[in-house]
């Protein structure tokens, strides 16, 4: 059998019957495809990792095992509406299972201890806090933010850092959804954040 000749929707259909030959076709069409998507995915919260090669292997095998799941039910699902319906599926699939791969690693390796570290005293909303108390507290952040573009006028990503103080300090984002938002490495995100607080403190209080 020639299986370049066959369209994707002929190689599923022998695939749904098991046939290890059209698997392995289908795993070489689109191998490429599920690793590029899981390492762009990746990069996107793991900037310049070296264990970046593993992780996006772990995410990929991940994603071929979604595939598979309860039966092949997403290829047995599948509605063919163009010709680019498997290639779709594969790339959401592999995106998803990447995306979930790096919460799940953010969250074993988020440091309780450097989380709290960031919380300066004084600059972080208290849930306990009253309505006059958040609005002084607002009132606060602003004034820390005018007082450090003057400190740190002239440095290149100074609007990015300010903005990211008064996000991290006023309305509570988390330093990972930080690095996801600005596509920034966690470390640094948590680095710019806590520099910044202590320069508030030092130079603003």
Known sequence: MNWQELT???????????????????????????????????RRYFANYPQMKEMVAEATQDAILRI????????????????????????ITAATAAHDFARKRLSEKWNIDQEKSLEEPGLVISEKESMEDRVHHKILLEQLARCLERVIRGEPDAKRDIAMFLLYFGFKVTAPDLARLYQMNI??????????GRMARVNCL
């Not at 598979?68 to 790339?91: I, P, S, T, Y």
């Not at 470390?187 to 910044?196: D, G, H, I, S, Y």
Request: charged letters at 35%; hydrophobic letters at 40%.
């Open 8 to 42: 994707d929707r002929e190689l599923v259909a022998l695939c749904l019957q098991s046939s290890e030959d059209a698997w392995r076709e289908l795993l070489r069409r689109y191998h490429r495809l599920l690793t590029g998507v899981a390492a762009k995915t990746l």
């Open 68 to 91: 598979c799941a309860n039966d092949f039910r997403a290829l047995r699902e599948l509605e063919w509406r163009h010709d680019g319906a498997l290639r779709g599926l594969l790339q």
């Open 187 to 196: 470390r640094k995100v948590e680095n710019t954040v806590a520099r910044l």
